[in-house]
C-alpha cells in the first residue's frame, strides 16, 4: 500500500527568515503547492516558479527535497531546497542557485 503523502496541498508562508511578511504577500499571499506527481509551484513576493520534488528518507528524518526555475522580477531564476514537517506546519530551507538562501516557516491551508 503506498503511503499517503503528508505534503500535498497548498502552504502559506507564515515567516521567513530575509524576507518580512508584507514582501511575501506583495503580490499575493506568499504559498507553496505540492501536487500528486512530485511537481508543484510557489510565489512569494516578486518571485514565483515551478518546483520539482521528491521525499527522501536519511536516518530517521523523512523530509521534502526539491529544486525549482522561475522569475525573481523580470529575471529568470532558478535553486533548490527542502522542507519537512515539524508538529502543524512546515519548516525548510529554500536557495536561489549562487545566490541568496532563507529558512522559512509555512502553514497549511485548511
Given at each position: ?36 506527481d ?29 529544486s ?36 522559512f ?6
Amino acid at each position: 500500500m503506498k503511503k499517503i503523502n503528508p505534503y500535498l496541498g497548498k502552504w502559506r508562508f507564515v515567516e521567513m527568515e530575509m524576507w518580512d511578511q508584507e514582501y511575501i504577500d506583495m503580490e499575493t499571499e506568499g504559498y507553496f503547492l505540492f501536487e500528486k506527481d512530485e511537481s508543484g509551484s510557489f510565489q512569494f513576493g516578486l518571485v514565483q516558479g515551478q518546483i520539482d520534488y521528491q521525499i527522501e528518507k536519511t536516518r530517521e528524518i523523512e523530509r521534502l527535497e526539491f529544486s525549482w526555475e522561475g522569475r525573481d522580477e523580470n529575471d529568470e531564476a532558478t535553486g533548490r531546497g527542502w522542507a519537512l514537517i515539524k508538529n502543524d506546519h512546515l519548516e525548510g530551507r529554500f536557495y536561489f542557485h549562487s545566490g541568496d538562501n532563507s529558512w522559512f516557516k509555512a502553514k497549511k491551508y485548511r
